[in-house]
């Protein structure tokens, strides 16, 4: 038997029922935020993710998928949306859109070379957006706004958002340069990773796994005592909106995010439930105000974030919530000869084109395995064919959850389901 490859999944059974479910709820809220759906390749030349992402991120250096295609191109497979998005806008002059700022949401797969794990996977589903072209934390709130209410809306309630700001880039300088003197001081006693880190990006040494728990990591200098006043007034108007929106957050100065590209607004939201396991971040984003510049576009600020589906169907499992997604049959159609099958051909369509949710017997079964398929799908109504009947352009119709039965016309069939379901 040939297996699945390490790190995926097939998306099967109830699962794949949420993940349609919750689909349709993304896209009904994003059309509420008059977000646009945009869909970009599953892979790009390698330097829009090394470039966009950061040679120093941990994604790039030990987790994307580079291969050279046939023609000997420098190609990656996405770890995430935001790089790709961004080169879309870029290629495609969104930023001479006259409806500014250009608002966009995916909902795609994404690759990391990962090291497997309950919530952790190689191929992984992301739901993110981006917004292009605005600078005022009043878009930020926006955006964290959205995704904390799409939990709320999943019926997630345990969740918390944290924030932080890294600044502007002349805050970041300086948080850089008071990180490395930090770190420089013990560096000897650090992993080899660390040691690398703070020659390429200090700040990537407090993701470190390995020496989370030394002193020298729990204090380490924080961002925000970094933050030039600028910056400072920018994270507290942002503080301000997401109180008038009655948002509940914390600020967290331990959330730097692992991708290079983030300055200014940072937030991650977690699940607070101790059942969860490691991987208890849901989803997480930050404005990222230099990365289209970094990929050859002009000067754009950009925000947004993305969740992740597997750990929100996680999520979903330990918070015990139950989404409505056992929707019951609406018609069953049964039959016995080949003339009542040739009519339930003709009808099982009919009534899927007036919007009913119909099933049908496909393997010639006898009436009573077709009953018992019936109840099974949880059918409203039942549908037995019958010849004499069909001569009179009728059907027996009958309530499975009363049992009664009637005789309607087959061209009122429509009519009478409309009023009774
Ligand atoms: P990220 O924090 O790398 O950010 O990923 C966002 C979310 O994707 C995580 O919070 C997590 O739920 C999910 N995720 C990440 N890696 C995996 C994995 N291996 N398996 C399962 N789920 C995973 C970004 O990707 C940024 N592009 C977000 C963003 C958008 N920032 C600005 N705009």
Not at 108 to 133: C, D, I, K, N, S
Not at 201 to 208: A, K, T
Not at 320 to 347: M, S
Request: hydrophobic share 35%.
């Amino acid at each position: 038997m040939i297996s699945k490859p390490k790190g995926t999944y097939d998306l099967i059974g109830q699962d794949a029922k949420k993940i349609n479910y919750i689909n349709n709820v993304l896209a009904a809220m994003c059309q509420n935020y008059n977000y646009e759906f945009i869909r970009t390749p599953v892979f790009e030349a390698s330097e829009v993710f090394h470039r966009g992402v950061g040679e120093g991120s941990d994604i790039v250096r030990k987790e994307t998928y580079d291969f050279k295609d046939r023609g000997k191109r420098d190609i990656t497979l996405r770890p995430e949306g935001t790089a790709g998005v961004v080169r879309s806008y870029i290629e495609n002059k969104m930023y001479g859109r006259d409806i500014q700022p250009v608002k966009l949401y995916y909902n795609e797969m994404m690759y990391r070379y990962e090291r497997p794990q309950a919530g952790r996977y190689r191929e992984f589903h992301q739901f993110g957006v981006e917004v292009l072209g605005c600078d005022d934390p009043f878009v930020d709130a926006e955006v964290i706004s959205l995704a904390y209410n799409i939990f709320q809306t999943l019926g997630l309630k345990n969740i918390r958002v944290n924030i932080n700001s890294l600044g502007d880039q002349e805050s970041r300088d300086n948080y850089r340069q008071a990180l490395t003197n930090h770190f420089a001081q013990d560096i000897k006693n650090m992993c080899p990773d660390c040691q690398e880190r703070l020659k390429k990006n200090p700040l990537r040494i407090l993701d470190c796994k390995v020496d989370q728990d030394k002193e020298i990591m729990k204090n380490a200098p924080q961002t925000i005592d970094y933050l030039n006043e600028e910056s400072k007034k920018r994270f507290t108007k942002l503080q301000e909106y997401l109180d008038l929106l009655d948002i509940e957050y914390v600020v967290n100065p331990k959330i730097v995010r692992g991708l290079d590209y983030y300055n200014h607004t940072v937030f991650e939201i977690e699940i607070l439930n101790e059942e969860f396991g490691a991987q208890n971040v849901l989803g997480g984003g930050g404005r990222y105000n230099g990365l289209v510049e970094m990929l050859d576009g002009p000067q754009t600020p950009g925000i947004g974030f993305a969740m992740g589906m597997e750990r929100i169907l996680l999520a979903l499992d330990v918070e015990e919530v139950h989404l409505p997604i056992d929707n019951p049959l609406d018609v069953y159609i049964g039959y016995v000869n080949d003339e009542e099958k040739d009519t339930a051909l003709y009808l099982v369509q009919d009534l899927r084109l007036n919007g009913f949710r119909v099933e049908t017997e496909y393997l010639n079964r006898s009436l009573k395995s077709q009953f018992k398929t019936a109840d099974k799908l949880k059918s409203r109504y039942v549908i037995i064919l019958n010849s004499n009947d069909i001569k009179e352009f009728k059907v027996k119709l009958r309530d499975n959850q009363t049992k009664e039965e009637e005789m309607v016309k087959i061209n009122d069939l429509v009519d009478y389901l409309d009023m009774h379901i």
